[in-house]
């Protein structure tokens, strides 16, 4: 069985611009989690999705946002990018009725 | 809000030695999870419990559910150097539940000197 994956794996952006970050769960995996990870932070969570409705939210500002597809592909957006959202994103997704994830190998985003 | 500590914060050991951390939670965890990060990649799930004084192995890492359900031990047995990067431990309080969120410890940076 695959394992969850992202696209693009790196991105380059300026302050101001807006990126999406896409990521497909395990195939019957319904529920999608993000999280930012930075050196100083560690792993934050940002929010879950499962059956195409957020269900969780972490404390990010509202220029973070999401939505789930009906085949549970999620994407990720970040509009106005500031210097700080320099991280790696990473998705994972769920296993069914645990709380096991797996996480996919991440977006390093880079604010310049 | 939950709180995750993880010990040591990092360890330097010598090839071959054995090697144990630790994750201690402020409340009751119905689901512990050990990850191994590499630089620039996402955390790979190493070892999953979710029973308490649950002990499985995984090759040369064993984990235990302790038994209060408020830590969780992860020992490395005999290292090699590629055993270095990240650990992390993660909790839930749930299990499977729609309301999930899991907390994550801090990491243990280990580098095995060959």
């Known amino acids: 069985k695959a394992g969850v994956t992202q696209t693009p794996r790196y991105l380059i952006k300026t302050r101001g611009q807006q990126v999406t970050l896409s990521c497909s769960p395990i195939s019957g995996h319904r529920s999608v989690s993000w999280y930012q990870q930075t050196p100083g932070q560690g792993l934050q969570f940002l929010f879950e999705?499962?059956?195409?409705?957020?269900?969780n939210k972490g404390n990010f500002p509202g220029r973070f946002s999401g939505r789930q597809f009906s085949n549970s592909r999620s994407e990720m957006n970040v509009s106005t990018l500031e210097l700080g959202d320099s991280a790696l994103y990473l998705c994972a997704s769920r296993e069914p009725y645990t709380d096991t994830q797996y996480f996919g190998p991440g977006t390093r985003l880079t604010v310049l | 809000g939950q709180q995750l500590n993880q010990s040591p914060q990092s360890m330097f050991i010598q090839e071959g030695e054995d090697v144990s951390m630790n994750c201690t939670s402020s409340?009751?965890?119905?689901?512990w999870l050990w990850y191994k990060q590499d630089p620039g990649e996402g955390p790979v799930l190493l070892i999953a419990?979710?029973?308490?004084?649950e002990l499985t192995s995984n090759g040369r890492l064993t984990a235990q559910f302790g038994i209060t359900r408020k830590d969780s031990f992860l020992n490395i047995s005999a290292s090699i150097p590629s055993d270095v990067g990240i650990y992390f431990c993660?909790?839930?309080?749930?299990?499977?539940?729609?309301?999930?969120?899991?907390?994550f410890g801090k990491g243990t940076l280990l580098t095995v000197n060959p």
């Open positions: 419990l979710y029973k308490a004084g």
């Open positions: 409340s009751i965890f119905n689901t």
């Open positions: 999705y499962f059956s195409e409705t957020q269900r």
């Open positions: 993660a909790g839930s309080p749930n299990s499977g539940g729609s309301n999930y969120k899991l907390t």
